[in-house]
């Protein structure tokens, strides 16, 4: 077992920073009924999101149901265990079990295709707690966003990481001087996953650690294309840029992307001219090694877009937050509409016993009449959400207000059931001792002989008794 799972937390108190995230969320665990909202949990990889809902799972002896990006996270996939498990009790004697789905900024491309509006369907129906995880909170979608409750975790601190350290080179038997547990810190930028990494991979076959020993084991410090992005439109010179653009691992095509998308930090009309003339240029650089197969001509593209709208930006710098290339934006819309589409179709049609084909190519202008003048009964009919209602009656407000009254006239259903059953518990009669009341047990039973009665009296005795006992089974079982 690697030492980042060996030495990971198993309590909310062994965690390490973060204290207000923590207490948010023991506050939350603590207090929690079916009205609470879900937590999000983001922040940088390593500081604890995922080790802090099992610490508090721990705790509270909830059951965790994991679901993370290795897994297949299809709408199927999440609604049955997810789903599921969220409206049922634990089986393995928990209080409750707690729906945990990591990498939840990860839901893309066919493999989770429906995945974010199966979560929302677990957000709206679950009946124990649900916790998000995410490295960026805003690549999770907004309507998911608003339902839940957002608890950010930082950064660790390399002074918070290093008494981690120690004690685990104590544990190890590993001796360790304090400079380099403090070198491992701070190389591990806020990651405590990563700083555990970088001491168990310099401790292999060593039983001492020093400064020399940790210089092979730091963690891959490349640049990202945020990194580039930024310093694009900063103030670095042309050798410092090319030698971050070096280190990033995207294809020049990718990068052009990313500097057209935030373009718009550039105010000056006569940079931003400029700047897209660079860009363009680099544009033809980029068609021609595709067209050609020269890959040498990337070098000049990347040099134009790189130190060309470098100069134009004059070092302006983006005071807003790095923007994503817009035609992967459309690309995300254009995907989530196709899947919206399918499902409507697929519920529709399945329902309605005809194909997705005809149903879409004769008969989809009749249902959307249907669906127009009762758009309510529609959405129970066929179990629709707002955006497949809105595909068929083409107004997006009327949608969510039909699925939100539904919504709302489920759960008060619901509250009525569970009330309903409330009072027929506390009307049921306590249990009967069921061996004082059968005819075997009558059978069996020895009478008592009473002091100062004769046999034949005793007799007379116990066959009044056994008369009575038959008469009161006679009700008891009239009664049923």
Not at 326 to 348: C, F, H, I, N, P
Not at 390 to 410: F, G, T
Request: proline share 3%; charged share 30%; net charge neutral.
């Amino acid at each position: 077992m690697d030492w980042a799972s060996k030495y990971r937390p198993k309590h909310v108190d062994e965690l390490v920073g973060n204290s207000t995230a923590l207490r948010q969320m023991v506050e939350w665990g603590r207090n929690w009924t079916r009205e609470s909202r879900p937590l999000i949990l983001y922040g940088k990889p390593g500081t604890g999101k995922t080790s802090s809902v099992y610490a508090l799972a721990a705790d509270l002896n909830w059951e965790v149901i994991e679901l993370n990006a290795s897994d297949q996270r299809t709408r199927d996939v999440i609604l049955r265990i997810a789903g599921t498990s969220s409206q049922t009790r634990s089986l393995t004697g928990a209080v409750r079990k707690v729906i945990l789905l990591d990498e939840a900024d990860n839901l893309h491309g066919s493999a989770d295709r429906g995945g974010a509006r199966a979560i929302l369907d677990v957000i709206r129906t679950a009946r124990q707690p649900v916790i998000l995880v995410a490295n960026d909170l805003y690549q999770i979608q907004a309507e998911i966003r608003s339902r839940c409750e957002p608890v950010q975790f930082r950064a660790l601190p390399a002074r918070s990481i290093v008494p981690r350290l120690r004690f685990i080179c104590s544990s190890e038997h590993l001796s360790c001087e304090e400079q380099t547990l403090i070198d491992i810190a701070e190389a591990a930028n806020g990651d405590m996953r990563a700083a555990i990494t970088m001491l168990e991979a310099a401790a292999i076959g060593r039983e001492a650690l020093g400064e020399a020993d940790v210089s092979t084991s730091r963690k891959d410090e490349r640049s990202t294309v945020f990194t580039l992005v930024a310093a694009v439109f900063g103030k670095p010179e042309g050798e410092d840029l090319m030698k971050i653009a070096y280190e990033v691992d995207e294809t020049p095509d990718t990068l052009a992307q990313w500097i057209e998308a935030n373009l718009g930090a550039i105010k000056e009309l006569d940079r931003y001219s400029r700047a897209y003339q660079c860009l363009a240029r680099s544009d033809e650089y980029i068609g021609l090694t595709y067209r050609h197969q020269y890959y040498t001509l990337w070098r000049y593209a990347s040099l134009l877009m790189i130190l060309g709208v470098s100069d134009a930006a004059g070092g302006g710098g983006i005071h807003a937050r790095i923007l994503s290339p817009e035609r992967w934006r459309k690309m995300g819309s254009y995907r989530k509409q196709k899947a919206v589409r399918t499902g409507m179709l697929d519920k529709v049609s399945s329902s309605l016993h005809m194909s997705q084909h005809a149903l879409r190519d004769a008969y989809l202008s009749s249902v959307s009449a249907l669906a127009d003048r009762d758009p309510m009964e529609f959405v129970r009919d066929f179990s629709l959400d707002s955006d497949e209602l809105n595909l068929l009656i083409h107004d997006k407000p009327r949608a969510q207000k039909v699925v939100k009254a539904l919504a709302a006239e489920e759960r008060k259903r619901e509250k009525e059931r569970e009330a309903a059953e409330r009072r027929e518990a506390k009307k049921s009669p306590a249990p009967m001792n069921m061996a004082e009341t059968t005819d075997e047990g009558a059978a069996t039973r020895t009478p008592q002989r009473e002091p100062g009665i004769s046999d034949q009296g005793q007799a007379q005795l116990s066959e009044e008794e056994s008369g009575k006992e038959r008469k009161s089974q006679k009700t008891l079982f009239d009664g049923f």
